[in-house]
């Protein structure tokens, strides 16, 4: 929690100087869209591949097929300025989609917000803040809970550095 005030704080203490009257400021953008090819998408050995393509245990895999098309759409947004005594802060914002065209349960989104000051050539300090709101690993039989049915794996993930 301090972390996350910490960030809060120097992003305030940076849009302080937006309303500066001598600010010289870059915004820059990239847009990335993609699509490639997935032969594997849940990463499943040889004898799995088999068991889903030959029917058996239907209820273990939640697949259309073993391999999918996979586009992707990547975002970058940046500001980058000049904060204390004249040294560059950059601030970058990101997204990222990945959609499969098949198995729709695999959809994947990132999202991330970093911030970069510089005090000279080669010292800088850097937070990091990344979410994962869904990542999906596997369907796993519970062994806790009857009827011991398959359940999915799941989790988000929040990472600051």
């Keep these: 929690m301090k972390r996350i005030i910490f960030i809060c704080f120097v992003f305030l203490m940076s849009g302080q100087t937006l309303f500066?009257?001598?600010?010289?400021?870059?915004?820059?953008?990239?847009?990335?869209?993609?699509?490639?090819?997935?032969?594997?998408?849940?990463?499943?050995?040889?004898?799995?591949?088999?068991?889903?393509?030959?029917?058996?245990?239907?209820?273990?895999?939640?697949?259309?097929?073993?391999?999918?098309?996979?586009?992707?759409?990547?975002?970058?947004?940046?500001?980058k300025h000049n904060l204390m005594m004249g040294h560059t802060q950059i601030s970058k914002f990101k997204f990222s989609y990945d959609k499969y065209w098949k198995n729709g349960f695999k959809d994947f989104k990132f999202l991330s917000f970093e911030l970069i000051q510089y005090f000279s050539k080669y010292v800088d300090v850097r937070a990091k803040y990344s979410y994962y709101p869904y990542i999906f690993i596997n369907k796993y039989k519970s062994n806790f809970y009857s009827p011991y049915d398959y359940h999915d794996f799941t989790y988000s993930k929040n990472l600051v550095l």
């Design 20 to 79: 500066a009257q001598d600010f010289e400021y870059d915004l820059f953008n990239k847009i990335d869209i993609r699509t490639y090819y997935d032969s594997n998408v849940l990463n499943l050995s040889v004898k799995d591949i088999d068991e889903f393509l030959d029917g058996h245990d239907p209820e273990k895999y939640d697949l259309k097929s073993v391999d999918d098309i996979v586009s992707t759409f990547e975002i970058e947004l940046g500001f």
